[in-house]
Nanobody, 128 residues
Framework: QVQLVESGGGLVQSGGSLRLSCTVS????????IGWFRQAPGKEREGVAC????????YYAESVKGRFTISRDNARRTVYLQMNNLDLEDTAVYYC?????????????????????WGQGTQVTVSS
């Protein structure tokens, strides 16, 4: 059974940091790209970052460039999202997802419809 489980969310003050984890089971992480998305109340789910099976390939939303870093540890079957200098607008439920392809969907990596397998999400709340 293919499964993605997010963890690491929580409450953090503005300017602080969190590291999210996405642990997979039921498939070999080494062969697949993983995307991170987030959804704030009343807003559409938006792509945050994506990392291909080749770690040299990663993409970021403009709003998080320079603050967030996506990485992977295939041996631990885990993809991470390091989030630094968090601000109030980063408050959202964060999800990881995959379409079980080796690369992030070219030019469409941030499109929700490109991914067919999702985790349950982890809440990140940034306070002032």
């Amino acid at each position: 059974q293919v499964q993605l489980v997010e963890s690491g969310g929580g409450l953090v003050q503005s300017g602080g940091s969190l590291r999210l984890s996405c642990t997979v089971s039921g498939f070999s992480l080494a062969h697949y790209a993983i995307g991170w998305f987030r959804q704030a109340p009343g807003k559409e789910r938006e792509g945050v970052a994506c990392i291909g099976s080749s770690i040299e390939t990663s993409y970021y939303a403009e709003s998080v460039k320079g603050r967030f870093t996506i990485s992977r540890d295939n041996a631990r079957r885990t993809v991470y999202l390091q989030m630094n200098n968090l601000d109030l607008e980063d408050t959202a439920v964060y999800y990881c997802a995959t379409d079980r392809a080796a690369i992030c969907p070219p030019r469409r990596w941030s499109y929700r419809a490109e991914y067919d397998t999702w985790g349950q999400g982890t809440q990140v709340t940034v306070s002032s």
